[in-house]
């Protein structure tokens, strides 16, 4: 590589280069930030478990209405 | 030989698997990026074009390509000996990896598809052809999105993981055909570059074992992620679990 402008352009094949590259990119970024997000929620759920009262916990989670209503 | 099956039963606990694999995710992590910021250097940058075949800066294609395409393969194999191990041992957090793996696999596919389409148009002149290595490569895509469609269609999850883990068993038919079809067909694909001695020059070695040994571990690293997820998925009702989203416990496990 010569210069920042053959970098940008690969001469000629800038678009294929880099859509290559950006496709690579976009596709393993969603999957990190996708399992990322499903261990956070299942992170919250099980906390949310564990806070509501045993017997009632799925309806506990629905119900929260502040008491000053 | 006693060490290592014992290591092999802890790993089938999950709590034991959740544990280490969080231990060893940073260190993972770590090693990806260093090599993957020195890969993509070497690739996007600092290697040379090539003139033989009038390519020139396409070839950069290549260091992504090869690693999806070979982690496409190796993946599945992966997830065949998990979902033996898991059939013959009833171990399931041996199908817990299978289930893992296959996400990460279909994306490898995908990218291997992709960016194979990307090269081929203007080194061969066409965005596809139904020629074997592609037609095959496109079956094994198939074969990862059919898993998990099958995996997802059983509410009872020991049942998808049995009908799943047979899908996986008898779909690797398909690794050897996508393999050897460079071989046995006459094809639009290049043979062997990689294991043929002199078919690659060494210029472009580099950066494509940098981008090699970046893209297996990124593998590893996010199939990790994914079975650490469907560990707490499986056991939302052990106390373990709780202890570790709630914190109350004093050992380590998040990340």
Request: no cysteine; aromatic share 14%.
């Amino acid at each position: 590589m010569s210069s920042w402008h053959e970098f940008i352009f690969m001469g000629k094949h800038g678009a294929y280069v880099w859509s290559s590259y950006l496709m690579t990119l976009i596709v393993l970024l969603g999957l990190f930030i996708g399992f990322r997000m499903m261990l956070k929620s299942l992170k919250q759920k099980a906390q949310q478990e564990a806070k509501a009262p045993s017997g009632e916990r799925t309806k506990a989670r629905k119900l929260k209405v502040s008491p000053t209503e | 030989m006693a060490n290592a099956w014992r290591w092999f039963h802890q790993l089938g606990s999950p709590k034991y698997l959740f544990q280490k694999t969080g231990q060893w995710l940073p260190w993972i992590w770590g090693a990806t990026l260093i090599l993957l910021a020195v890969g993509l250097y070497y690739s996007l940058w600092a290697s040379p074009i090539e003139v033989r075949q009038g390519q020139g800066h396409t070839v950069r294609i290549m260091y992504v390509h090869v690693p999806a395409a070979a982690l496409s393969m190796i993946a599945y194999i992966a997830m065949a000996i998990a979902a033996t191990v898991g059939l013959v041992w009833k171990m399931k957090m041996a199908f817990a990896a299978v289930r893992s793996i296959a996400p990460v696999g279909a994306a490898m596919t995908f990218l291997a598809l992709f960016t194979g389409s990307v090269w081929g148009k203007p080194t061969w002149g066409t965005w596809w052809e139904w020629d074997a290595r592609m037609t095959s490569e496109l079956l094994l895509l198939f074969l990862y999105l059919g898993y998990i469609a099958l995996h997802a269609s059983f509410s009872d999850r020991s049942k998808a993981d049995k009908a799943g883990a047979i899908l996986a068993i008898v779909g690797v038919i398909n690794i050897p055909i996508i393999y050897l079809s460079v071989k046995w067909w006459n094809t639009l694909h290049q043979g062997y570059s990689v294991t043929e001695e002199g078919a690659l020059d060494p210029a472009f070695q580099t950066p494509l074992f940098l981008m090699l040994g970046a893209m297996y571990l990124l593998f590893a690293a996010l199939v990790i992620m994914r079975l650490r997820a469907e560990i707490i998925l499986r056991n939302q009702k052990a106390r373990w679990v709780t202890e570790w989203a709630t914190g109350q416990s004093t050992e380590r496990g998040d990340a």
